[in-house]
């Protein structure tokens, strides 16, 4: 296979919101170009991206795919990735890897809150964009609203470089902008007659390209000068201006096409050959340490790993982008992160489920590679010597949680680890043992994600797990002062068991002073691990409690602290003054001072006005006006308090804080009441108080359970 230099490389990667076409679309590409003979379809579950089992039994794209073209001395890298945003963490990767984000538009619909999500990694990674209105041919298509949503949108930088002379069912016919020429499809699709644009087409064909030539001067001094000169610009000027523009996020070009007939697929790949960046034009990466590190084939080689695949019979499967230097079979490059050295054994281009070998790779390119041993998504490769570690990608908070249940208590120790496995493919994945509510709890972005995950777990792991709602994680604290004793006796021949502890509680406010009601000996303020603090004081005098038994009594308050008498959570912000007690010369031990400290803590906390605190998220939905009111309507009935509303592009967003408690599995809910068209992110805020109500409920469940 040949090996393209950075020049001769062009690396995209299909986006857009659920059911735009984009399987499809790099469907046509890869057979346009000849790497296929025939097309598949969704439905005939036979496309070249859409391989795994899952994605063909539930019709829609759950991974990344990797394919390439060479098309006129260009290679192509094609990466298609899934629409819904539960599988964000596989768009946000390639994004990073790619030089132009390929944006495809549902003809019917315009801009979604899909769009305007995946626009928010696109701005963030500064990638050229170009538009694909697809679904041309749809009934219900409407490309001048579609096109009318991106301009308000997205603003003059969108600029149109073909219309549909038809659409909907008739749809046969593209008027290229760029090429003033009309391109005429047969019924079946393809290779497209060139044809003069036809007379009632010309006017509009003019207006909109003398704006295309405007646009394309805009980007270079010297283009402006010459379009001010003679008036227009000639072909191979206009492709330098909109190149330029593309690269600077100035020019947003905008295709027709119609990837279920095949139609406009062709010349789109000629504009991406000679037009769109190639990966010498990207902005470079950054280390780091704040370095660019620019594609150079002649430097030090270093790789970026963006999805890692884990196929049981095969092994693990690393798919990267050179960044600098070349990378061949038997180069031996470090992890940076964990300095592990990793052999390179095999080198493959992907297209789909089939490698391709090959025995070399340069900057720029994207490849893949079989069983490094230590190496996963996000890390960076490195020549020895030559010690990179380029920026990591940041993913987004999981919006959802659920706990893992083994049906088997033999698989009880491989689901842990198979989670592992699963969370170093899918870095958005969460998976953590909670000693806390003690639970396996695995977080993702929404109800697909997790069922891929289970999917995952039973299909190819063959493990039967139950997923559950998980237990929530409440904090206790006191509102009020009291004071306990307790004594600890325990005489059962030879050495007995004897301590007295007298002790107040307080809730703990910032910046209080110290207690003035007893002399203060010692003092320790502690941090707790799981938020908030603890003040001990040892107020003890005259030697009724030796000072060697302190650290004991304050262990015991720490013990239950760690498990809280209402509802067995762990408590927070309290202060602890010891001022008495008893001891016996003989009795007397570590353990009956730990003991005694313990119970007369959960006696004094439980007189103090026991307040359970819930934890209190966060949360900003996008949505369309339209579903505003059940929105609304539903978050009311989740104890949410709404925080403001604003709007971004033709969207709205609301800002609520909402009780985690009333989150459980929410993305359902919200998916259901705006037919998939509003979205959510939540992240931790605080803890609050919960109603005293739900407090007794919780309290009285916690005494039920240790009554059995």
Known sequence: MKIYDEKHLKNIVLLGAPKAGKTLLAEDMIFEAGIIHRRGTIEGKNTVSDFHEIEQERGNSVFASSMHTEWRDYKINIIDTPGFDDFVGEMISSVRVADTCVMVINAQHGVEVGTELIWDYIDQFQKPVLFAINLVDHPRANFDNALQSLQERFGSAVVQMQYPVNQGEPFNAIVDLLKMVMYKFPPEGGKPEKLPIPANEKEKADRLHNALVEKAAENDELLMEKYFEHGTLDEDDMREGLRLGMIHHDVFPVFVTSAKKNMGTGRMMGFIDNVAPCPVDAKPERTTDGNELPIDQTKPTVLFVFKTHLEPNLGKLSFFKVMSGEVTTASELVNSQTGAVERIHQLFIMDGKTRNPVDKLVAGDIGATLKLKDTYTNQTLHAKGHDVTLQPITYPEPRIRTAVIALSKNDDEKIGEVLHKIHHEDPTLMVAYSKEIKQLIVSGQGELHLAVCKWMLENVYKLHVDFESPRISYRETIRKSATSTYRHKKQSGGAGQFAEVHLKVEPLIDGMPDPTEFPVRGKEVIDLEWGGKLVFYNCIVGGVIDARFIPSILKGVMEKMEEGPITGSYVRDVRVMV???????????????????????????????????EPIFD??????????????????????????????????????????????????????????????????????????????????????????
Not at 674 to 690: E, I
């Open 579 to 613: 001022f008495d007690g008893k001891m016996h010369p003989v009795d007397s031990n570590d353990i009956s001072f730990k003991i005694a400290g313990m119970m007369a803590f959960k006696d004094a906390f439980l007189k103090s006005e026991p307040q359970l605190l």
């Open 619 to 708: 949360v900003e939905i996008m949505l369309p006006e339209d579903v505003m009111g059940e929105v609304m309507g539903d978050l009311q009935t989740r104890r949410s308090l709404i925080m403001g509303m604003d709007s971004k592009g033709n969207y709205q967003v609301i800002k609520a804080k909402t009780p985690l408690a009333e989150l459980d599995r929410y993305s359902t809910t919200l998916r259901s009441l705006s037919q998939g068209r509003a979205r959510f992110t939540q992240n931790f805020a605080d803890f609050s108080s919960v109603p005293f109500d739900l407090q007794q409920k919780l309290s009285r469940q916690l005494q039920e359970a240790e009554a059995v």
